[in-house]
């Protein structure tokens, strides 16, 4: 398991990302988590999965090396690694939950 990084604000990207550069609320998420935790944070979670094609240029530019997506994303593959799909959790579930999310996912 790994703490990486899911912005500060929690904006819809898809939205809001206009032109590829490096979105202020990811290198500030980013760098308290590096800095936290003493480790690199390379990979990025879209909130509420919402990304574009600016969105992934974005993150590339933001030094991000990969970021996952929820059911709009793609399976791991080369050409995929800024649209991983990931499973959703919802906020704070019990443990019996995220052991039911994992025995799912090994089926």
Known sequence: ???QSHTVSHPDLAE???QPAAVPS???SRQAIQQALDRPVYALAYP???YSQRVI???KAAGYVMAVATSKG???GPKSVFEITRRRVQAL???RELCE???LDER
Do not use: F, K, N, Y
Request: net charge positive.
């Open 26 to 28: 990811w290198w500030t």
């Open 101 to 103: 999310v994992a025995r």
């Open 1 to 3: 398991m790994s703490i």
């Open 57 to 59: 240029q974005a993150a």
């Open 93 to 95: 579930p019990a443990a």
């Open 48 to 50: 509420a999965g919402s």
């Open 74 to 76: 793609a399976a791991l």
């Open 16 to 18: 809001r990302v206009r």
